[in-house]
């Protein structure tokens, strides 16, 4: 067990190298372009160059990607062309709200794709199963910034029962702080939903088969026979050695929740790191982008790392074939 | 959804949405022209009736009333009132889908961003093919260390969120349509690769393979004969949903405002567009959603059904 985290610790260490050079390697190949994203057409001769000289753009290549290198390491990502906030210190802004976005899109996605799995799998191919396969099917098809806007004008405009943007309504740092919780999740419910829903469909498509795999095995038979209630072995017998891969599924669905939460920010105006990613984007802001999309690409890299220990935990076989 | 039927479903899907954005302009009568004035946000199924003026200005509007010698076109805004021998031609259409807030055609503008959208993803698709299957099988075909150089590659590319990888890409090559296919296909190419890779070092072991080898057939012919056709059904099937990612990953940064420029119509960009005006046009974010989603589905159902029949014929 602990050989299994030291070798996928010590296994991580080259991948985000990798990583971070592949990021600069994106960047640097573009001919010019990163260093002409600093530039201006009203600025002198003399301006451009101590442009250049301060964000080190006049440095050789390989000087550039050994600062680039050695930044990752001290945590220091430099500095925003555009608002000149240091990029760590933007990070550091943006991230508790994308967390909170991204832990609850993900319990949703877990509670709801086991409520339905587990309600299709009672009667396959009754209507409910039939219904549920449909919706996971053309969830899958609309595209996140198409249903979230629907929801914007559904529930924000028409019926008003949520705010339509943001985090915290305007003069939120008077309430107490129970009302201020409260206001908190009355603003984190819609986006959490959009997030959220279209990973529970693909969760509840995976469990779903799984369960009727599980419900052939000789165990569910015995416990049928021993007199067991219907509902007890759905719920406990069936479900817990399917939902084993559900650790695996939802590791893996890391990198397209980290996705998805660019355009939900974007579409809800959550002041998260998807947002700051985007108005990055539309400024050319190299540095916040880099910074950005490495910390994207190692929190999928440390995201499959813990669904990988937790399965071992979990599953006393995969701990057998792991060490 | 019947099982076994999905193949067919998804095809018929398929091919009805792409005759319908390349042969539509044919078929149907030419869309009232633009005229944001008087017909921006009228809803789906408006008539309308369009004006050509002698000096090749069209007015359309909904309100057109004929009195003696003069026609007056009232519109949402304003009231013109034009004579009647300034007036070339004069016919009474239909905007099926509703106007956008310029005025134009919501129908004609489908078809023309059906065809951007299907044409750059289906192009992507091609590269993303053609890098796949190259570094697929240059690692399972060229030793150890190639092949594991190139699998780490493929990792570290992997652990990139998409989307993020394509804002970047996206950010520092300015992308026009042709662009746009490119960064589309590079950042979509790993999964392939994978794939090839693994499908060559089983059928390598295959006894069918080993049994060719051992007769003497050449490399060539065992390609032909053993490898390709092996190949074809697990590619095509990866292709299908492929498609389908790749269709909502150019709407995606259309949507963003990071695709192609914004003056090409494009389904991504006409839901953006659509949410400025959600209130008053919700026609206009909801059509090109859910072609989109019809797109998508189809492509989805084609994926499965191969699928399914591969299953089958193992």
New interface residues.
């Given amino acids: 067990m602990k050989s299994l985290v030291i070798r996928r610790l010590l296994l991580l260490v080259?991948?985000v190298w990798?990583?971070a050079t592949?990021?600069f390697i994106?960047?640097v190949a573009?001919p010019g372009?990163?260093a002409d994203t600093v530039d201006h057409p009203g600025l002198t001769a003399e301006q451009r160059e101590a442009l250049r000289a301060r964000y080190g753009l006049d440095q050789p290549i390989h000087r550039q990607y050994l600062s680039w290198l050695g930044s990752i390491v001290t945590g220091d990502l430099g500095t925003s062309f555009v608002t000149k906030e240091p990029v760590d210190r933007l990070l550091a802004r943006t991230l508790p709200p994308t967390l909170l976005l991204g832990a609850s899109a993900l319990l949703l996605d877990f509670v709801l794709g086991v409520w339905i799995a587990v309600t299709a799998a009672r009667k396959p191919r009754g209507w409910f199963d039939r219904i549920s396969?449909?919706f996971s099917?053309?969830i899958?098809?609309?595209?996140?910034?198409?249903v979230a806007?629907?929801t914007?004008?559904v529930f924000a405009?028409l019926l008003g029962w949520f705010p339509a943007s943001h985090m915290h309504s305007v003069g939120a740092d008077e309430l107490s702080p129970l009302a201020s919780l409260g206001d908190l999740l009355h603003h984190l419910l819609l986006p959490a939903a959009c997030l959220g829903l279209v990973g529970a469909a693909g969760t509840a498509r995976y469990l779903r088969s799984t369960l009727l795999d599980v419900r052939g095995e000789r165990f569910i038979l015995a416990a049928r026979a021993r007199g067991l209630d219907e509902r007890r072995i759905l719920w406990v017998h069936t479900l817990r050695p399917a939902l084993l891969p559900v650790v695996t599924l939802l590791g893996l669905s890391l990198?397209?929740l980290?996705?998805?939460s660019?355009?939900i920010e974007?579409?809800f105006s959550w002041p998260g790191v998807g947002l700051a990613?985007?108005q990055?984007?539309?400024a050319?802001d190299?540095p916040v982008?880099?910074g950005?999309?490495l910390l994207?690409?190692?929190a999928?890299?440390v995201g499959s790392l813990v669904a990988d220990v937790l399965y071992a935990v979990v599953d006393p076989r995969a701990r057998e074939d792991g060490s | 959804?019947n099982r076994g039927r999905r193949l067919e479903v998804g095809v018929t899907g398929l091919c009805m949405l792409v005759a319908f954005c390349m042969l539509g302009p044919l078929l149907l009568p030419a869309p009232p022209a633009a005229d944001p004035a008087n017909a921006a946000l009228l809803a789906p199924g408006t008539a309308v009736t369009e004006i050509v003026l002698d000096d090749g200005r069209a007015l359309v509007s909904p309100e057109v009333r004929e009195e003696r010698d003069i026609t007056v076109v009232k519109g949402p805004l304003r009231k013109v009132e034009v004579t009647n021998e300034r007036i070339v031609s004069l016919r009474t259409t239909r905007f099926w889908l509703g106007s956008d807030r310029f005025g134009r055609d919501v129908l004609a503008q489908l078809m023309a961003g059906g065809r951007i959208s299907i044409s750059i993803a289906a192009l992507a698709a091609l590269v993303a093919l053609l890098v796949g299957t190259t570094v697929g099988l240059t690692a399972a075909t060229g030793g150890r260390l190639v092949d594991s150089a190139l699998m780490?590659?493929v990792?570290?590319?992997?652990?990139?969120?998409?989307?993020?990888?394509l804002?970047?890409?996206?950010?520092?090559?300015r992308p026009g349509p042709l662009v746009l296919v490119a960064v589309l296909g590079m950042t979509s190419w790993m999964g392939l690769s994978r794939l090839v890779r693994g499908q060559v070092l089983t059928l390598r072991g295959r006894t069918f393979v080993l049994a060719a080898r051992a007769a003497g057939c050449s490399p060539t012919r065992i390609w032909r004969t053993h490898y390709l056709p092996n190949l074809s059904g697990p590619l095509s099937q990866d292709t299908a949903l492929r498609l389908?990612d790749l269709v909502?990953a150019e709407?995606?940064l259309s949507?963003?405002?990071?695709g192609i420029p914004p003056d090409i119509p494009t389904w991504?960009a006409m839901?953006?567009q659509?949410?400025r005006v959600?209130?008053d046009g919700?026609w206009l974010?909801?059509l090109p959603?859910i072609a989109?989603?019809?797109?998508?589905?189809s492509l989805?159902?084609i994926g499965d059904g191969i699928q399914e029949r591969l299953s089958l014929s193992e």
């Avoid at chain 1, 899958?140 to 198409?146: E, Q």
Wanted: aromatic share 10%; net charge positive; hydrophobic share 70%.
């Fill in positions: 080259p991948m990798l990583v592949l990021t994106v960047v573009a372009s990163y396969s449909v099917l053309g899958a098809g609309l595209p996140s910034f198409w806007g629907l914007v004008l405009l990198p397209f980290v996705s998805g660019v355009v974007s579409v990613l985007l990055a984007a539309h050319r190299v982008i880099m950005i999309t994207g690409a190692v999928v890299l | 959804m780490r590659l990792d570290a590319l992997m652990a990139f969120p998409v989307l993020f990888l804002i970047l890409v996206a950010t520092i090559f389908g909502l709407a995606t949507y963003l405002g990071l991504g839901v953006a659509g949410h959600m209130l919700w974010a909801t959603g989109i989603a019809f797109l998508v589905v989805a159902l």
